[in-house]
């Protein structure tokens, strides 16, 4: 890595990690483990949450969450995202990487967590006419839209700009209603047929609203370090350009320039080159497949 481009890369690194130099703990950590995991080398999970467009995708379901109003309040009320909002990033690539790439018993631990943490977001949101709503993170119905916002915007990122997905996009949808189901979430879609339907299904739920406007705003223009200000704008655009018409206007937000799409993907090499690829929790992972020795899990077993 030329020295040039090293505060870059370090700043990257910090910003999704919280850690500058050197790897997080929790990545070491998937070395260790009894099993190969619920994927493996060649699945089509490790295909896409290896692959770059990672970047644009988190931007993509953070946008689509908050059209759903329970979604939004429990990021209203109970989320630190304007006074850490990368802490919460870096928890949520915690869950992600240890779900792909660790083994079993870490998978289910991991998941175990972040459900342990959504039991006190809690509370009350107004209907569209006033009438209170109540909800809860753990509700059947908002984990299962949060599931599908997560599934929806990792595969309409990768099919822009990245790498053919072993067996398809179908492949991907069945592999990671894997994490689904460790989330709680009951029948997740098999396909990208179902993944859309089910998606599609929530519309006359989902709503535009002063919170979601100031989500729209803080993800425009989050609170980034200067070096990374420059490339910020064009992962955003990114993301509105990936996003389904519907889902678009439905957020207010208006249909980007055609010289986005090649513009983000010449970004996303780049930074490719600059972090290295894969990442560092799939090498930890295929060290502790080669220890034991065994054959990988079927995909979504």
């Given amino acids: 890595m030329p020295k040039l481009t090293e505060p870059l890369r370090a700043r990257i ?32 999970a490790w295909a896409v949450h290896g692959d770059m467009p990672t970047l644009v995708a988190g931007i993509r379901a953070l946008l689509t969450q908050a059209l759903h ?18 802490g919460r990033l870096a928890g949520t690539i915690r869950w992600i990487f240890t779900v792909t790439y660790g083994d079993t018993a870490a998978a289910a631990s991991g998941s175990a967590w972040v459900l342990r943490l959504h039991e006190k977001v809690r509370g009350v949101y107004p209907a569209a006419d006033g009438t209170p709503v109540p909800y809860a993170a753990n509700d059947p119905e908002l984990l299962r839209w949060v599931h599908l916002a997560f599934t929806d915007a990792f595969l309409g990122t ?3 700009w990245g790498v053919p997905i072993p067996g398809g996009p179908d492949a991907y949808v069945r592999e990671w209603a894997t994490a689904g189901r460790l989330m709680r979430v009951e029948d ?17 739920v989902l ?36 996003l389904p018409d519907d889902l678009r206007e ?27 690829t894969p990442p560092t929790a799939q090498r930890v992972a295929e060290r502790r497949i080669a220890r034991l020795g065994e054959p990988t899990a079927s995909p979504a077993a």
């Fill in 158 to 160: 990768h099919e822009m």
């Fill in 188 to 204: 997740p879609p098999q396909s990208r047929v179902e993944l859309r339907d089910q998606l599609r299904s929530y519309l006359p």
């Fill in 13 to 44: 690194q910090s910003t999704l990690s919280g850690q500058p130099a050197g790897d997080p703990a929790w990545v070491t950590a998937l070395e260790q483990g009894t099993d190969s995991g619920h994927f493996g080398p060649g699945s089509a």
């Fill in 250 to 276: 439905l957020l207010r937000l208006r249909r980007t320039p055609a010289a986005v799409v090649p513009a983000t993907g010449a970004l996303l090499t780049l930074t490719g080159w600059m972090l290295g």
């Fill in 207 to 242: 709503r535009y609203d002063e919170r979601v406007a100031d989500v729209v705003k803080f993800l425009r223009r989050p609170p980034l370090a200067p070096a990374l200000r420059p490339m910020y704008p064009l992962l955003f655009n990114g993301a509105v350009a990936s």
């Fill in 69 to 86: 109003p329970g979604a939004m309040a429990g990021v209203h009320d109970h989320s630190r995202y304007r006074e850490d909002p990368f």
